[in-house]
């Protein structure tokens, strides 16, 4: 298994963040790696999405209905999906205040067939910059809609 971690510290409330992490229909707006996505964030639902695939580069798309494993607003935000036995991924928000600010942890943990093949360099090359792109988009969008 695989771990991306990343992190960001957001000048806004965690409630503000979880707004605008919870609104998918908006992710075509701001979200640079998550492309589309129908739902709600709510525990259990199932949620299709778009997002790149940035095993073959971010160029080409995976098309997924991914299911809510954390929806706890202002609080965290997580989707889990997979293709037995080649693919499982876990990919994650966590919020935590800290004054007038929120650190948000953006993590995935990535398992399966498929991922055991990545190397620690590939993941540190061609998935870290997009998740810290999605951070930096992330701020953006908060500080646009508050």
């Known amino acids: 298994m695989h771990q991306i971690r990343t992190e960001v510290v957001i ?16 992710y075509p707006d701001w979200n640079p790696l998550n492309l589309q996505a129908r739902g709600e964030a ?3 639902a199932r949620v299709p999405m778009v997002f790149r695939n940035l095993a ?4 080409a798309v995976v098309r997924q209905t991914v299911r809510i494993v954390a929806a706890e607003p202002g609080r965290e935000l997580a989707w889990a999906g997979h293709v037995p036995l080649l693919f499982a ?17 953006h993590t995935e943990i990535l398992g399966g067939l498929l991922a055991r093949t990545w ?9 870290v910059p997009a998740y810290e792109a999605v951070n930096v988009a992330l701020a953006a969008r908060v500080a646009a809609v508050i």
């Open 42 to 44: 709510r525990l259990g």
């Open 119 to 127: 190397s620690r360099a590939k993941i540190a090359r061609d998935f």
């Open 89 to 105: 991924g876990r990919h994650g928000f966590l919020l935590t205040p800290r004054g007038r600010e929120t650190h948000v942890l």
């Open 56 to 59: 073959l580069g971010g160029d």
């Open 11 to 26: 000048p806004a409330s965690p409630d503000e963040i979880w707004a605008v992490l919870a609104d998918f229909s908006r």
